[in-house]
């Protein structure tokens, strides 16, 4: 006997066990798809929060369960560190002060990262912010694909995997849940959730949440970690079908500073180099101090670096969105579903300058002095420091900032042709509105900026122009149409899906300043002022403030096969179409090229992944392994042109990546949950690179044909083990990271002739502890509890976040040194 299932997008997040297969994609509309299953006799949910959900797709899904016994207000990309193929490095324990993520060897900015169905990478550059994310009391589940994406999916980062998770829905019964935490390095969290039940005729719920989070930085003496968040959602059913509308809010305040990056060298001590032994992590920098006063007239008075050190950099970001989820039934076959959003966001990262007080000479022939900020340095021509002359330089703040405004909607239509087959057509838009400037603020007298934000404040120069080091206004725009259809055959032991997506993808750059460089260097002076054309007059064969308008398309496929051997063995294979189109943040360094020249115009990346697999699913064990390939094409990457005898932002050709991903957990009694999990990967550049010419003109190349990329690890594997016994439950959780190459050549770190690093960082153990005491022997309710965090049990010495590159430059890449051990324990009280 067989039946469907259809769900709402939000009632994917009732409790698993009610289901026989959650929900896990990232869209109203593609969760609706798949969740249509056929009921096989055997009830399968996940075992202790770890599934592999029965699709074409190499596919693992983390619930509550597991999130919620993870450090207090720990970012989700640290919780997905449980599934194979998935390499996540923290900055701190508690998850508030950023970390790096890669998915089967692809960067996080080629990683498609979503919210509720929101895209969460940043408009211009793709990136990841991992310590911005959603509260983790509020996450029901976090899931991975591995290398595909859904075919609603609205991204322009995905030629590698992608992330999603979802916000619980608020409870049919009132409920209050309170929880505060405390820990090593000053740590101190608060965190409050009201849900308030049905409380109108028509079942109208909803929930309020808030957190607040600090703690100081594990490395020196300097710098802390604040953090607070707001959410809400209200949820209204429509009738008892599964038809609903919800809209949520989330606004987060994240004021961090930069610690512990040092450069990744073994010959001098830290901050120089990377520490050698734990006791070596711990360093000073240059706090208190006072920026130098001094003002003496008729004499060039200068800085004393006071502020300005990397740890003392500012990286503050305020971000929100508004979510809106709907699911509308037209008669028994015909199901519509909306998601639009809104996105915000303001953000720097930090830095400061040494401004001068005079005027600059533009003129490469002559002699034309202006004010403007000119190569990399602000000239105000005024005084700045009161002694009444021109002569002097004085330390400012001077961040890269960033706001953005995103509007967006993911709509899909169904219609269920009978029991057997399905289809869907839907249209997904996406506008980003992406301001990035660069103004300058003031520091107060010990070194701190008046305001983390120049942008409120910003100091003008003698014209009463604002001195900023960028000036720029993007649209990253999506329009795209996708189809998929989902057939049973063989009396529903094969199912097929088919599916295609269509993105046509819009970049409108207006560049206000003059590109100097081809690493995206610029003289501005603002928009339409007058003295863009005297700097022009005078450099007539640089590219001046312009709009370029750039535009990428493509076809991408999407097929599945699953076939059930047996209502607990299933085969799966998959075959998905990635694309990436250039950055925009990338595309504004090759405005250094004249805007018809093929340096001007990177193409897309590509991928073709495949997966097959094969699974096992019963009521204690969800077991799951495929091998995959990937052929990546036109990867883009800063290297030598020929053409240009430059080094630029190009496509360099074809890498393949291939390996295979398992995991098996077992829950053999309701007490023991048991879980292992492992991955290995091989990437295999095709080609030598170009690195530059002779002296005889002769190409010179890298020896890159053959090796590895750089960045990540060929392997991890680990596992859990969680026990209860009466009040008491322990886990355990233990994971080996592989080392990384520094370089695609896939060579030493040499400076001077002598070897500073190796050619991989360390493999490494982390390994992590909790502890959880229920209260209810006290006579409290099963929803209070404590709880202690142990992070790091061994206080494991590793290499953190750095950024890998093709080849060595003149210095040593920077390299965050890994989250200590971190101790920290928690109340949770519930009623």
Not at 492 to 510: E, H, M, S, Y
């Amino acid at each position: 006997m067989k039946f469907r299932h259809t769900l709402a997008a939000s009632v994917a997040l009732i409790p698993v066990a009610l289901l026989s297969t959650p929900a896990f994609a990232q869209s109203t509309g593609t969760q609706d798809f798949e969740d249509e299953i056929v009921v096989t006799g055997v009830s399968v949910t996940d075992v202790a929060g770890i599934q592999s959900p029965d699709t074409s797709k190499a596919k693992s899904v983390l619930g509550q369960e597991v999130i919620a016994r993870q450090n207090p207000g720990q970012t989700i990309l640290d919780t997905i560190n449980l599934v194979p193929g998935v390499n996540f490095t923290n900055n701190d324990a508690y998850g508030s002060g950023g970390g790096q993520l890669t998915i089967r060897g692809f960067s996080e900015d080629r990683i498609s990262l979503t919210f509720d169905g929101v895209p969460l990478n940043d408009s211009g550059s793709y990136a990841v912010y991992s310590n911005q994310q959603l509260d983790p009391e509020l996450i029901e589940q976090v899931n991975v694909n591995l290398g595909t994406t859904d075919v609603d999916s609205p991204t322009a980062a995905a030629t590698g995997s992608t992330v999603n998770y979802r916000t619980m829905v608020p409870t049919e019964e009132f409920g209050v849940k309170m929880s505060g935490s405390a820990g090593e390095y000053k740590f101190f969290r608060i965190f409050g959730l009201v849900n308030t039940g049905a409380f109108t005729p028509f079942g109208t719920r909803a929930f309020l949440s808030a957190s607040t989070t600090s703690n100081d930085n594990p490395f020196n003496n300097y710098g802390r970690i604040r953090k607070k968040q707001v959410n809400a959602r209200i949820y209204q059913p429509i009738g008892d079908n599964g038809d609903f509308v919800s809209v949520a809010g989330h606004y987060n305040v994240n004021r961090n500073n930069f610690f512990g990056s040092v450069p990744l060298r073994n010959d001098l001590p830290v901050p120089s180099g990377f520490p050698q032994s734990n006791d070596d992590r711990e360093y000073d920098i240059n706090y208190p101090c006072t920026v130098n006063t001094t003002a003496r007239p008729g004499v060039a008075d200068l800085t004393n670096g006071c502020g300005t050190e990397f740890d003392r950099r500012y990286n503050p970001s305020n971000t929100g969105n508004i979510r809106g989820a709907s699911r509308f039934s037209f008669g028994d076959s015909i199901t519509l579903t909306v998601d639009p959003s809104y996105q915000y966001v303001k953000a720097n990262g930090g830095g400061t300058v040494n401004a001068r007080e005079r005027l600059q000479d533009v003129n490469p022939t002559g002699t034309t002095n202006l004010a403007g900020y000119i190569g990399g340095r602000p000239y105000f021509g005024r005084d700045l420091n009161g002694d009444g002359d021109l002569l002097d330089e004085v330390t400012m703040t001077a961040p890269s900032q960033t706001q953005t405004r995103r509007y967006g909607v993911i709509a899909n239509l169904r219609w269920d042709i009978n029991d057997e087959h399905s289809v869907r057509v839907g249209y997904t838009w996406d506008r980003a509105r992406h301001r990035q400037t660069g103004e300058v603020g003031l520091l107060q007298i010990n070194g701190e900026p008046f305001d983390v934000f120049p942008i409120d404040d910003p100091q003008a120069d003698v014209t009463g122009g604002i001195l900023q080091k960028r000036d720029r206004l993007s649209y990253a725009i999506l329009h795209q149409v996708s189809g998929e259809y989902r057939g049973e055959f063989a009396d529903g032991r094969l199912v097929t899906t088919l599916g295609i997506r269509a993105p046509f993808f819009k970049r409108d750059l207006n560049n206000y300043c003059f590109t100097t460089s081809v690493t995206g260097f610029l003289d501005c002076f603002g928009k339409d002022d007058p003295r863009n054309a005297v700097y022009a007059g005078v450099n007539p064969t640089v590219q001046g403030p312009q709009q370029r308008v750039l535009k990428y398309d493509d076809i991408l496929p999407n097929v599945g096969l699953l076939f059930k051997a047996s209502n607990q063995i299933s085969v799966f294979a998959n075959y998905s179409k990635g694309l990436q189109v250039p950055g925009t943040d990338n595309l504004y360094n090759a405005f250094f090229f004249a805007p018809d020249t093929e340096s001007a115009r990177p193409r897309p990346e590509t991928s073709n992944n495949f997966d097959l697999g094969v699974r096992y699913r019963s009521s204690k064990v969800q077991a799951q392994v495929s091998g995959w390939y990937t052929r990546y094409q036109d990867r883009l990457v800063s290297a030598y042109d020929p053409d240009t005898d430059r080094n630029l932002y190009r496509n360099l050709g074809r890498v393949d990546k291939y390996g295979i991903d398992g995991s098996v957990a077992y829950q053999p009694i309701p007490e023991l949950a048991l879980y292992v999990f492992g991955s290995y990967m091989k990437s295999d550049i095709k080609d030598d690179v170009q690195s530059g010419t002779d002296g005889a003109g002769n190409p010179i190349f890298l020896p890159t044909a053959g090796k590895r990329e750089s960045g990540a690890p060929a392997y991890n594997f680990g596992g859990s083990a969680r026990g209860t016994l009466g009040p008491v439950e322990l886990g355990v959780t233990a994971k080996r990271t592989g080392g990384r190459y520094l370089y695609d050549t896939n060579l030493p770190l040499t400076l001077g002739g002598n070897q500073v690093y190796g050619a991989k960082t360390n493999a490494y153990w982390l390994v992590n502890l909790d502890a959880r005491l229920s209260l209810e022997f006290l006579g409290l309710n099963d929803k209070t509890f404590f709880q202690v965090n142990v992070y790091n049990l061994f206080d494991t010495l590793y290499v953190g976040r750095f950024t890998s590159s093709l080849e060595q430059s003149t210095s040593a890449p920077n390299a965050q040194i890994g989250a200590p051990r971190t101790i920290s324990g928690t109340l949770t009280v519930g009623f």
